[in-house]
């Protein structure tokens, strides 16, 4: 098969920050490339896939498989923008699990361990990655992101595991009413950007 490239902003092997996996180490790639346009979002400098190299998948697999952990997070960005298939078959060929992270505004490629969707109000999910979420997570700037959160919660599976995650330039103003809400609506988990207060990548 003919080798395939990514524009790739950096790799990194750290601990999981967010979500249900919190705490649990794995090798990070994170792909350039988003066009959903978030205006908080943390990582700008991944909109543009034109200003990263693009780099050989295979040479990135070999580096992640260096690592004791055996498990890969694929992030962005939006990485869907690109076809993952022979990325995951390549991950699958050195039996490293495969964690992806996604707004869920193209369509899914690749095969996954795990899906954590991200869905913006701006770029609303597509059906396909609404049904194979395993976790959904929402970002909470204001109170009126709880009536979106619902609307989503509502098309994914029972199984897929629901988070509210306060954004982080507003978190110290959100967090009280995050945590009111989920008292009241148990269904829901809190998710906090912990590599942030461990100041880890």
Known sequence: MEREFLPIIEE??????????TGKAAYFLRVGGCDVGCHWCDEKRSWNAEAWEMVDVEKVVRRAAQHPANAVVITGGEPLMWNLDYLCQLFDNHGIQKFLETSGAYPLSGTWDWICLSPKKNAPPLPDLLHA???????????????????QAAL??????????????????????????????????????????????
């Open 12 to 21: 990194f092997y750290s601990l999981q920050g967010e979500g249900f996996h």
């Open 156 to 201: 994914v599976s029972s199984a897929c595991k629901l988070w509210l995650q306060p954004e982080w330039g507003r978190s110290q103003q959100m967090m009280p009413t995050i945590v009111k809400y989920i008292l009241a609506h148990p269904q829901w988990s809190i998710s906090l950007q912990s590599h942030k207060y461990m100041r880890i990548p």
């Open 133 to 151: 979420a395993n976790e959904l997570k929402i970002i909470i700037e204001t109170k009126e992101d709880f009536a979106w959160a619902e609307e």
